[in-house]
């Protein structure tokens, strides 16, 4: 018998899911640098605009 390097999904219930490899739960975790700089960098590109529609 032949065994796959994949094992089935038993908790899958239609035959071709279980065929399918099981999900796979990555937690990528963004850091709060990469949060803090698109927020400065959007503040500043909406204050750019807002100062330049003004004068």
Not at 30 to 53: E, G, M, N, W
């Amino acid at each position: 018998m032949k065994r796959r390097l994949v094992l089935t999904n038993e908790a899958a219930g239609h035959p071709f899911r279980r065929t399918l490899p099981p999900p796979v739960t990555a937690t990528k975790v963004r850091s709060d640098d990469q949060d803090v700089k698109l927020f400065v960098l959007s503040f500043f590109a909406f204050f750019t605009c807002f100062y330049t529609l003004i004068f």
